[in-house]
């Protein structure tokens, strides 16, 4: 009998997985497996429990938003064994479920869990930490995590709309950096910076660009440098939103390893959590580094 952990976040997006965990349960015993269910008791408890037991199991299951993925997919990789990850998203982004294309639907999703099959992804690693699709500082980075989990569970996505809705009126910050990328050397005051791995951001399709693939070794980088005036930001939104090709404003492009050193400590985000604060980044890309399941191919 082959054996899967199922870890969840009864918490994430307004609860829904609770009405569900009977059928999730029964779609993995239909595809042979002998399952453990373990709800999260707090932040960090996935990861752990993954990080210990993952070696025993032939298949990890996880259910939640982003957060929960994350700390799933960092205690795989701390535990030094390659189990495939299914994936039953019910955050209110839910950014990688959506460039992995599973299906909200929680049965669905399930179902690709236990059926699917196995896509070698590329995962990000910053410093000591890693990260599935983004790890981000500046401009609006904390909107996520300073959203708190009842305003997801209210209003789902609005809720960081409403969040980011406070902000609006204020000056926006540049940060003093040097950048090193590609051989390149870049010093400037930036704004905002993501380095991702997945074609929707923020539940924002394309924003780095239509030909993202997850297992090229290559991560995509996006620095924004910091407007003077109104018409650099609305050049920037332009070119954010994919309106125009390029813009002297945005820097963008492909690498598989980039440091960055800042004059002040800046705090990152990291898959939508705050994932600590530094002067000195240093990001590589783990080509092809865990096994998600996916819908399997016609």
Known sequence: ?????????????????????????????????????????????????VEEKAGEYQLVVCSGG????????TGMIRSGHRVPIGYIPTGSTNDFGATLKIPKNIIKAAEIAANGEDYACDIGA???????????????????????????????????????????????????????????????RFSYGMITNSSS??????????????SDGLLEVTLVREPKNPLELNEILTRLANLIPESKFVYAVKADHLTLRSKEPLSWTIDGEYGGTFQDVEIFCEKQAVDFRVRKKN
């Not at 982003?66 to 997919?73: A, K, Q, W």
């Open 1 to 49: 009998m082959k054996r899967a952990l199922f870890v969840f976040n009864m918490r994430s997006g307004k609860g829904m997985i609770k009405s569900k965990i009977a059928d999730v349960l029964d779609t993995l015993v239909k595809a042979g497996y002998e399952v453990t269910a373990h709800p999260t008791q707090e932040g960090g408890d996935a990861m752990r429990l």
């Open 66 to 73: 982003d957060g929960t993925l994350d700390e799933t997919v």
């Open 126 to 188: 910053i410093n000591d930490d890693s990260f599935v699709y983004i790890a981000a500082f500046g401009l609006f980075t904390d909107i996520s995590y300073a959203t708190s989990q009842q305003m997801k569970n209210a209003f789902g996505h609005a809720a960081y709309l409403f969040e980011l809705a406070k902000q609006f009126g204020k000056p926006i910050p540049g940060y003093e950096m040097q950048v090193e990328v590609n051989g390149e050397v870049l010093e400037d």
């Open 201 to 214: 951001v923020g539940g924002i399709k394309d924003l780095t660009g239509k030909n993202v693939d997850l």
